[in-house]
């Protein structure tokens, strides 16, 4: 499997606080992802990566920012949690070029906002 | 950004062929065809990719007809453990990711 790690794998937080998943991967992979999993729903991008300090939006970037201050980091914030929210992240990564379709996903940030 | 069509859900029996259809009506010249496989609470897992014609790996054949408006993923004698979502994506650069909804796929004894 890939070298890809999520933290936190689980987390409660109240609406209004800041929340920041961290993605590490040991692949030195150019491209990072993360997408957001909802019940009865496929995966939906929310921001992704093509290298360190470039990113770029995705379908459902509203409420999220990232950054990428290094190769192997990727950090998603929500500033102010809100409850729809709630959801399963996904980080995953890419060696990119003719094998970007080919993506290697973490195991998952289950997300609560109460 | 070419939109998919797959069937919801599907049952098989232990040891049969399954084949996936997925509908791509408005694909562009320089998209990829992929499927992905997704088991519950885990993040989902790169099956096999293709331009046209068919490609096979060690788990799957994909089938993709000359005009490419659809395909067809191939899933030869299948498990119970084959028990899964299934997702076609069409994408031609790294912001193209969607995924819809995908066909969950039953496997029965």
């Known amino acids: 499997d890939a070298g890809i790690t999520q933290s936190p794998r689980h987390k409660v937080t109240e609406t209004g606080t800041p929340v920041t998943l961290r993605c590490h991967q040991t692949?030195?992979?150019?491209?990072m992802y993360w997408y957001r999993q909802d019940p009865g729903h496929g995966l939906r991008l929310i921001h992704y990566?093509?290298?360190?300090?470039?990113?770029d939006k995705g379908e459902v970037s509203d409420g999220y920012s990232v950054s990428r201050s290094k190769t192997e980091d990727f950090l998603l914030t929500l500033e102010s949690a809100t409850s729809s929210q709630t959801s399963v992240y996904f980080c995953?990564?890419?060696?990119?070029?003719?094998?970007?379709?080919?993506?290697?996903f973490g195991p998952g940030t289950r997300l609560t906002v109460t | 950004l070419a939109k998919t069509t797959q069937p919801i859900s599907m049952d098989s029996y232990e040891g049969q062929e399954v084949n996936i259809t997925c509908s791509h009506n408005?694909?562009?010249?320089?998209?990829?065809i992929t499927w992905y496989q997704q088991f519950p609470s885990q993040g989902p897992r790169f099956i096999i990719q293709?331009?046209?014609t068919k490609v096979t790996n060690e788990v799957a054949s994909l089938f993709i007809p000359a005009d490419r408006k659809s395909s067809t993923l191939s899933l030869p004698r299948v498990s119970l453990s084959d028990t899964a979502v299934y997702y076609c994506l069409v994408r031609g650069s790294a912001r193209q990711l969607t995924f819809g909804s995908g066909t969950q796929l039953t496997v029965l004894p």
């Open positions: 990566s093509y290298g360190v300090k470039d990113t």
């Open positions: 995953a990564i890419s060696e990119g070029g003719r094998t970007t379709y080919e993506q290697y």
């Open positions: 692949e030195n992979h150019r491209y």
């Open positions: 408005n694909i562009a010249t320089n998209d990829y």
């Open positions: 293709g331009y046209k």
